[in-house]
């Protein structure tokens, strides 16, 4: 006789409810409330070795996942906006919400989403904390433009965030209250320009370490794309396994076109935007870049800019790059198009970020030549000009 249940479980900040059927969607658990503080023992006592678990995606459901882990047999963690499609109904309690879970469950019907590992986790809050904290000192720098716009100051020369531009913001004719705030602006300023150093420091100390080292070695190799869009990428896709083709990864992303068919009728839309966005984000700053110093994806982008505009242009050579970047972290290979000195100067930048070389107590030109035969292009590599010198990477070996 098969005894398996099926469990859902709502969660909230102070509570979880949970409501559990069989495969034949019998109520084997009435849904029942349970205090946040009392749920470890309740699960312990009334939660049994085969039993199945589903929670929707929120907060701290990775929380929940890896507690209930070695109780129950598997925890699936549910797609919020998928079930929302599934199981919209003008009946929305808590009770309601947990019994839909565990039915959906039992019929094989739930959405899921990948339930990222802790390395990836991690890495994922250590690269959204850079970003929020950019985010900060970018609206804050808005404050200093308003204040010049207010009162039609042009910007000083060289640009009014360097360093020996702080005394000319100090010495403009404004109000005492204008006065104070721009000085607090930049008393903001700097503590943020101070967390974002430890905040990248960080980053690049981990771009270093296994499992991420291998794949920024091949991630490193595309323009466009430095050790912050780099590791922020990564983080975003996890387990680059988990996509069997680039359409796949293309549409995690948010980047595929929306598709409209009907009978004989069919069109294809805007991005469709349902994705990691600090995913689709890095990759439309790097596609920047990329056009920017790249012959090859610039000769691309001005061939779609001349036929689609510039902002649908950088949006597709944006999904053009996440197809390559499937192609070279799935396949473990250079990338064709690869500009051998270019990528022998962006390894040498990634070196000399933050010290890493230094910390990981090797010459840097030692690090950049173990990336590049990771590559397979230290052979092919000659004398580079980076940092106003000539780099001989022939030289010690």
């Not at 069989?22 to 946040?36: A, E, F, R, T, Y």
């Not at 986790?121 to 000192?137: A, I, N, P």
């Not at 004719?173 to 967390?195: F, G, T």
């Not at 083709?245 to 004989?264: E, F, I, N, P, T």
Request: hydrophobic share 40%; net charge positive.
């Amino acid at each position: 006789m098969d005894t398996k249940r099926y469990v859902g479980m709502d969660i909230h900040k102070r509570q979880v409810v949970a409501a559990a059927v069989d495969h034949q969607q019998n109520l084997k658990l009435k849904p029942v409330k349970i205090k946040m503080k009392n749920f470890p023992s309740w699960a312990r006592a009334n939660l049994l070795p085969n039993d199945s678990v589903a929670l929707e995606a929120t907060t701290n459901s990775w929380e929940f996942h890896d507690q209930l882990q070695g109780i129950v047999a598997e925890v699936l963690v549910a797609n919020s906006y998928k079930l929302k499609l599934i199981s919209n109904s003008a009946a929305k309690t808590d009770r309601h919400d947990a019994l839909v879970l565990a039915k959906l469950l039992a019929a094989n019907l739930l959405p899921t989403v990948w339930v990222p590992p802790h390395h990836v986790r991690e890495l994922r809050e250590l690269t959204g904390h850079r970003s929020k904290l950019v985010g900060e000192r970018n609206k804050l720098k808005n404050q200093l433009h308003y204040m010049l716009h207010k009162h039609n100051l042009p910007s000083p020369a060289g640009g009014p965030f360097t360093l020996a531009r702080r005394n000319w913001w100090g010495d403009l004719s404004l109000n005492e209250v204008e006065k104070m705030k721009i000085a607090q602006y930049w008393q903001s300023i700097d503590h943020l320009n101070q967390q974002i150093r430890e905040t990248e420091s960080l980053i690049v100390q981990s771009s270093a370490k296994e499992p991420w080292l291998e794949m920024m070695t091949f991630m490193m190799q595309l323009p466009g794309i430095g050790v912050y869009t780099g590791m922020t990428i990564l983080a975003a896709i996890g387990d680059i396994e988990r996509f069997p083709s680039a359409a796949q990864l293309v549409g995690y992303a948010g980047l595929g076109a929306r598709v409209h068919a009907s009978g004989d009728s069919c069109r294809t839309g805007k991005i469709s935007k349902r994705g990691r966005r600090e995913l689709r984000t890095a990759l439309v700053n790097s596609a920047w870049v990329a056009v920017r110093f790249s012959d090859h994806w610039r000769q691309q982008f001005d061939r779609l800019a001349a036929r689609i505009g510039k902002q649908k242009a950088i949006t597709a050579t944006a999904h053009k790059l996440l197809v390559v970047i499937w192609h070279v972290l799935t396949k473990k290979e250079a990338d064709h198009q690869a500009d051998v000195q270019a990528v022998a100067r962006s390894v040498l930048r990634w070196a000399t970020e933050h010290r890493l070389a230094r910390s990981q107590k090797v010459h840097r030109h030692d690090f950049v030549r173990d990336r590049l035969a990771t590559l397979g292009l230290l052979e092919e590599v000659r004398p580079f000009r980076a940092n106003g010198r000539i780099h001989d990477l022939s030289v010690g070996r």
